[in-house]
């Protein structure tokens, strides 16, 4: 499934439509501010985050990788442990489930259903799921709310004005999506998706991701594919999910 692909632009536009209907509103929430506002609109002009001129999309991926190491080893040092007691029940999709959404509305997250668009995303305070995202099947919705999150706890951590400064370079962006598919993967294999089918998947969004996320220019689905195989292989290896 396509969890996450329009640009975070279109993402902000679609939650700030007032059409949206209200899934769980929960207490505390608040609309984006002048900053996170401000921020959003500059992504598309800010991706690129080293000057690329002259430099091949193969080396540029590698420099890109080492800018977002940080930000890889931060997700996987504050964000993960949330995740850890989940993956340590028995499998149960509507359990996880329940438990995200309850986790998001433990932080003041507002959740909202998008009438037309079926990407789901995560913004300051906001979570919009995917127009029918009630009726997905219940693994899906598990794993997509998960991955929006994750991404969540990462705004809170940082701060959202910084979290989205760090999203609108080239290294951010692939790290903060690399960290939470490489999550959406464990949720897959969790839920008894065969690696065959979960490898797949993931290079079937490797091939979409540049142009979804507006980093088509800075580097290829190579490299996305091999920086995204690279987290999920860390995550497993350190936490054996």
Partial sequence: MNIHTITLPAAITALTLTTLPVLTSCAGSK????????????????????????????????????????????????????????????PSPSADLQWCTDYLGSLSVK????PNDTASTAICGVVAFGAGFEGWPVESQAEVCSHELS?????????????????????GRLSSEGTAYALSDAFQARYGVDERTIAARAKARATRFPVSYGLDKAVSSECVGDYFGAIRRALRERTGV
């Fill in 31 to 90: 609309p984006l501010g002048p900053l996170a506002t401000a921020a959003v609109s500059q992504l598309k002009e800010a991706v690129q985050d080293l000057d690329v001129e002259g430099i091949a999309k193969e080396h540029a991926c590698g420099i890109y990788i080492d800018r977002g190491r940080a930000s890889a080893e931060a997700a996987f040092t504050h964000e993960w442990p949330v995740f850890a007691p989940v993956f340590a029940t028995t």
């Fill in 151 to 171: 991404h969540i706890l990462g705004q809170q951590r940082m701060g959202c004005g910084k979290w989205l400064a760090n999203y609108a370079t080239v290294s």
């Fill in 111 to 114: 959740i909202v259903s998008k």
